[in-house]
């Protein structure tokens, strides 16, 4: 399950992503008031996706946040990743942030082959999913 700060990025990026057609710039109080997101919740989002090089901000009169990238080149395994982290869900087969379980030996493993086919089929799935997408499936 994904988080609210997570649920939040992705509203908040689709919002952005629609906006960018206009190459407009977003204010944080237009975000969270057009998606019910708790502004001071948005406002440590946004720096966390400005942070990672998905948002450029920029203040005062025309600012707000923009976009670094096209919007068919932000991936939500990539959002998802920056927010909550693994998306595995056993750590022994996580592809970026792997252990190994202290309780069992991975060669022989019976619970192993069957979480590395959910962490495939997963991220085909987010990797094909980007905000470019989204944004037209949610109008």
């Known amino acids: 399950m994904i988080s609210n700060k997570c649920k939040y990025a992705i509203k908040a990026l689709l919002y952005i992503a629609r906006q960018s057609e206009e190459n407009r710039a977003v204010m944080t109080s237009e975000i969270a008031q057009a998606q019910k997101i708790p502004r001071k919740f948005l406002e440590v989002i946004l720096r966390d996706l400005r942070n990672n090089r ?5 203040r005062g009169k025309d600012g707000g946040f923009r976009l670094l990238r096209k919007p068919e080149e932000v991936s939500m395994t990539e959002i998802i990743r920056i927010m909550d982290g693994p998306i595995a869900m056993l750590p022994c087969v996580s592809l970026n942030y792997y252990r190994s379980c202290e309780e069992c ?15 495939d089929r997963t991220l085909e799935v987010l990797n094909n999913a980007n905000l470019k997408t989204l944004a037209k499936q949610a109008i």
Do not use: N
Not at 54 to 58: A, E, G, M
Not at 105 to 118: A, M, N, R, Y
């Open 54 to 58: 998905i948002l450029d901000s920029k």
């Open 105 to 119: 030996d991975e060669d022989c493993c019976q619970v192993k082959g069957l979480f590395e086919q959910i962490r």
